[in-house]
Nanobody, 119 residues
Framework: QVQLVESGGGLVQAGGSLTLSCAASGTILSIFTMGWYRQAPGKQRELVGQITSGGTTTYADSVKGRFAISRGNAKSPVYLQMNSLKPADTAVYYC?????????????WGQGTQVTVSS
């Protein structure tokens, strides 16, 4: 089992910055992908960005150049640095870890943290 705990959400004015962190514990394999998703009211959950165990990052077009995902070693928290925030970034942000299992790729989710950007 894997447990994910997010922190760092809050209220910020447009143009401001926030950093989210996600601490993972439990049985984490050497090959995995950790990512950040978000879900705004009335909308589907969408991928914000992700980082592989090898360090490769990908981002949604809507956040490219503004958000950055980073982590230290495999046991370090994963961070989402969010700059130049817009009201459209308001959502609940969820940390995700995906890794292989006997039944295929398995997803784990954090409890979510609210990010609110005021105009």
């Amino acid at each position: 089992q894997v447990q994910l705990v997010e922190s760092g959400g809050g209220l910020v004015q447009a143009g401001g910055s926030l950093t989210l962190s996600c601490a993972a514990s439990g049985t984490i394999l050497s090959i995995f992908t950790m990512g950040w998703y978000r879900q705004a009211p009335g909308k589907q959950r969408e991928l914000v960005g992700q980082i592989t165990s090898g360090g490769t990052t990908t981002y949604a077009d809507s956040v490219k150049g503004r958000f950055a995902i980073s982590r230290g070693n495999a046991k370090s928290p994963v961070y989402l640095q969010m700059n130049s925030l817009k009201p459209a970034d308001t959502a609940v942000y969820y940390c995700n870890l995906a890794q292989p299992s006997a039944l295929g790729l398995r997803d784990y989710w954090g409890q979510g943290t609210q990010v609110t950007v005021s105009s």
